[in-house]
């Protein structure tokens, strides 16, 4: 079957850095996203990846590797607007988005 | 600029009542659209997808439906819910074309079954 795999919870002070895993095990690999998601709220989307290696938009970075069929979020320089979850989720062979159950990152002062 | 919108944001409903959730999206002209349901602790689930009027994917076997009536709406409904139908309900859209790129969704609606 399809799995994706990430981290329940977190927890990290602001001003510090985290780093958000994610596993996957799919059928094909056809790109993985990120989405942020406040407590209530729809998701955003953060970052895409198709390649391996290290995308870095502003404070946020996600990194890729297909062989190993992982994936991290890097946000620095945390601030307090950061708490939220984030979604992990891969495309498939056939287009199709799997996802994450998520990562509750918890900010505290 | 594309705008996507769903209502109602919240609702209660007995079980056995039917529902009809409704999403729109503007800015955008034959887009991808998707009703997804997100349950506490698990990832989201895709439940209908659409690349146009009249075409509608059903991804998961339950007594929901969808269907697209216009080229920028689409609805979900159900003519009797069901306790296990509670959850955040989200409706997104991506741009036409054969790959899903990244989605934009709506502001979601939370249904509570009794």
């Known amino acids: 079957g399809q799995n994706i795999d990430q981290p329940t919870e977190m927890t990290a002070t602001e001003g510090a850095i985290v780093q958000i895993n994610c596993t996957y095990q799919t059928s094909g690999f056809n790109g993985l996203f990120w989405y942020q998601q406040h407590a209530g709220e729809a998701p955003t989307f953060l970052s895409y990846n198709v390649l391996d290696g290290l995308e870095e938009k502003g404070r946020f970075s996600s990194f890729l590797s297909r062989s190993k069929g992982y994936s991290y979020l890097l946000l620095k320089e945390l601030q307090m607007k950061d708490s939220a979850s984030y979604l992990c989720?891969?495309?498939?062979?056939?287009?199709?988005?799997?996802w994450g159950a998520g990562t509750k990152l918890i900010i505290k002062p | 600029s594309q705008t996507i919108h769903q209502w109602p944001a919240t609702l209660v409903q007995p079980v056995g009542s039917p529902l009809s959730l409704e999403c729109t999206v503007e800015?955008?002209?034959?887009?991808?659209l998707y009703w997804y349901r997100q349950a506490a602790g698990r990832g989201l689930q895709l439940l209908f997808y659409s690349v146009g009027i009249g075409q509608i994917s059903s991804e998961v076997p339950q007594n929901l439906s969808a269907s697209r009536p216009q080229d920028r709406q689409f609805i979900l409904s159900s003519k009797k819910l069901l306790l296990s139908d509670s959850g955040f309900y989200l409706c997104?859209?991506?741009?036409?074309?054969?790959?899903?790129?990244?989605?934009?969704f709506g502001e979601g609606s939370r249904l509570t079954v009794l």
């Open positions: 997104a859209w991506s741009p036409p074309g054969g790959e899903v790129g990244e989605l934009f």
């Open positions: 800015g955008t002209s034959n887009p991808n």
């Open positions: 989720a891969v495309r498939d062979s056939n287009y199709q988005l799997i």
